[in-house]
């Protein structure tokens, strides 16, 4: 399908940009503020829930089904100055240790979390640092073993294991980027018999995903399996 022919929401957006805030994770979405001059490569500031961070622009947002702007991480504020782009780095060592230590600290504690992000923004003293959870976490001790380490204030947030693999990246078995971390706004539900109906091995480790559970594109071609099955056959 060329260009011409794809719908609207496939089109890459002038107003939606990928910001890459770590190179260990995926981009991120972020509108882009009236004014603001783009190049591919350049740092600047976006303003987030958490305050100010200094992100790379990878490019444009090219939504793969429908537009996002319901997940956008951001505001791309202005290009980023030197001081805050040496800032920004200074932080993010903060931040990895912060991590490593919540990590070690967690297992030592024997607490049933697996920490899994850390940010330090550039406006605010706060350390945010996520972790995916199964059930509720009693991380008091933790919350603080890590203000004495980090001499800041530290919020910590439970995610689920899908929001884990969201937040980590990574690829499918198709050999595209996870569906939840490019273009899915919402974790729908999933069930196996959407891949009974499919006609797909039902051996866990061929329809699970890197959270390990069911694979999200079991649901998304739910609707054309159905279709398909229901269809008339042709002599």
């Known amino acids: 399908m060329s260009c011409s022919e794809c719908p609207a929401a496939a089109r890459p957006r002038g107003d939606l940009v990928r910001m890459t805030f770590s190179p260990d994770l995926p981009g991120q979405v972020c ?26 622009l ?21 290009r980023a100055a030197p001081s805050e782009v040496a ?5 993010a060592l903060v931040a ?4 490593r230590f ?9 607490l049933p979390m697996r920490p899994v992000t850390a940010t330090v923004p550039l406006d605010r003293d706060t350390i945010v640092i996520t972790f995916a959870a199964e059930e509720r976490v009693d991380f008091r001790d933790l919350l603080r073993d890590l203000g004495r380490r980090t001499r800041r204030r530290v919020e910590l947030r439970q995610i689920g294991v899908r929001d884990q693999a969201r937040a980590s990246g990574g690829w499918g078995p198709c050999g595209r980027m996870l569906c939840c971390s490019t273009f899915m706004t919402r974790f729908n539900s999933v069930t196996i018999r959407m891949a009974k109906a499919q006609k797909l091995s039902l051996n866990p480790t061929r329809i699970s995903g890197m ?25």
């Open 87 to 91: 800032r920004s780095q200074e932080l």
């Open 58 to 78: 990878g490019g444009h947002e090219i939504p793969v089904m429908r537009p996002c702007p319901e997940r956008v991480a951001g505001s791309v504020l202005r």
């Open 31 to 56: 509108t882009l503020r009236a004014g603001v001059e783009l190049e591919v490569g350049v740092s600047y500031v976006v303003a987030s829930s958490d305050g100010e961070r200094v992100g790379r």
């Open 211 to 235: 959270c390990g559970r069911l694979m999200c594109c079991l649901a998304h071609e739910a609707n054309e399996a159905d279709t398909a099955r229901k269809a008339p056959r042709t002599q």
């Open 102 to 110: 919540c990590r070690e600290r967690a297992r030592e504690l024997n």
């Open 96 to 99: 990895r240790d912060a991590l």
